[in-house]
């Protein structure tokens, strides 16, 4: 008996009319859809007449049902896989049986569609050649620290997810870091009614999105543009600041450090002073 097939399947990140012809097609022809949540993928293909079982599969489970689905596919049954929104695997659930399947030897087939990572992009204005996808950070501490650096110095442009409620707080620590003035994106609700892109310095967005938003589900998607690109569109942010505030703090603290920087750079002393924090790991 030949084997069955695992279709790695994006659905709609809001608006329901991006589900591609060929995605409906699938899942109408699949034995059963491996849902992130059933009760989503239900609203999803119910209007399409589809009546595929739907089976949950999510990070607490995954493991465990993945035997059983490899099983099944070795059986002859075709399976698709979905998320919430997007694509699966992206910052979602899914790879470890996409990767089950391979080890298995069984066929997996992409059904591509859209991207909250790739649809921000497309509208953010930044350069897109090469980017960085970083999807959530950490929550706290050293890890969330580490990754806040690292996307200092990077020159391509960096994608990040965050929940409505905790934006303005992930915004006012790039700014930190990255300097105020660094050009960045933030998108919510992606193709939905009240979609809302808004482009700007990330003090600016930060300001913007301070306090949150606790009644949006989802995430938002944050576009921040790489270290050279934003030097070449006039930001002042340098890595001289940074060395002048690392040498100095060996002798002052971090206050009277940004303030000889700010009379040397002509940046804000506030500026400075959160920058200094961040690279003590005090921010």
């Known amino acids: 008996m030949d084997s069955g097939t695992l279709y790695v399947v994006a659905t709609p990140?809001?608006?329901r009319g991006d589900l591609s012809p060929r995605a409906a097609e699938v899942l109408g022809m699949v034995s059963a859809i491996l849902a992130e949540d059933t009760r989503h993928v239900q609203r999803l293909t119910g209007d399409l007449g589809i009546r595929a079982e739907r089976i949950a599969l999510h990070a607490h489970n995954e493991e465990a049902r993945i035997p059983a689905l490899v099983e099944r596919l070795r059986s002859g049954a075709d399976l698709a896989l979905v998320t919430d929104a997007g694509v699966p695997g992206v910052s979602d659930p899914g790879a470890r049986l996409v990767a089950?399947?391979?080890?298995?030897?069984l066929p997996v087939r992409t059904v591509p569609g859209p991207s909250a990572v790739t649809a921000a992009l497309s509208v953010a204005g930044l350069s897109a050649d090469r980017f960085v996808f970083e999807g959530f950070l950490p929550p706290k501490g050293a890890d969330r620290k580490s990754r806040l650096r690292a996307i200092v110095g990077e020159s391509r442009s960096v994608v990040l997810f965050e929940s409505p409620r905790r934006i303005g707080g992930l915004l006012a620590e790039l700014a930190d870091v990255c300097g105020d003035e660094r050009p960045a994106l933030v998108a919510r609700e992606l193709t939905k009614r009240f979609e809302t892109v808004r482009r700007g310095s990330l003090r600016e967005l930060a300001e913007a999105?301070?306090?949150g938003d606790e009644t949006s589900r989802g995430e938002v998607t944050v576009c921040v543009a790489g270290a050279a690109q934003a030097r070449s569109q006039g930001e002042r942010e340098a890595p001289d600041a940074d060395a002048m505030?690392?040498?100095l703090m060996g002798e002052l603290p971090p206050s009277r450090a940004a303030r000889v920087v700010a009379r040397l750079t002509g940046r804000t002393k506030d500026e400075l002073y959160r920058r200094a924090l961040a690279l003590k790991g005090e921010a």
Do not use: D, P, R, V
């Open 209 to 211: 999105f301070a306090a």
């Open 100 to 105: 089950a399947a391979h080890e298995a030897g």
């Open 245 to 247: 505030l690392e040498a």
């Open 13 to 15: 990140i809001g608006n």
